[in-house]
């Protein structure tokens, strides 16, 4: 007899942030930055431990980073790995597959957001470069 506790992963919802974020090259302050005044570099790093995130956070972490929210709700690093390195196992027609998400799929739609999301924060970098700009006095 097997023990389901053992077989049923839990994810790690905090975790999942932080792979996503890095995936996507985005730094802890630049979140933070995406989540509003209250969030600062530390609150990330501190949710990033967290197993679990409230729902309404998870959805406003998820438009931040421009990812659907199942993605960090549903992502298996151990399935990822299989399911990636079944794919280069010897032409093995064994491939693993989640129904429910699909890691690859995922990474691409990140890959393909990710030019515009650097591109909006530029944007607002430059904006803030020049309001800033505006604020001290000319020598």
Known sequence: MTNTNAMEKKIHEGRNVKR?????GIKQDALALELGDDWNQKK???????E????????????????????IQ????????????STFNDGAAVIQHNPVFNPVEAVLKLHE????????????????MTELKKLIPAK
């Open 20 to 24: 996503f974020r890095e995936m996507l």
């Open 52 to 71: 679990t995130i409230d729902a309404a956070l998870l959805q406003q972490i998820s438009a931040a980073l421009k990812i659907p929210a199942e993605a």
């Open 74 to 85: 549903n992502f298996d690093e151990e399935q990822a790995i299989t399911v990636i390195s």
């Open 113 to 128: 957001e990710k030019m515009a999301l650097y591109e909006r924060m530029l944007k607002e970098k430059d904006e803030m």
């Open 44 to 50: 990330i790093s501190i949710l990033e431990t967290k």
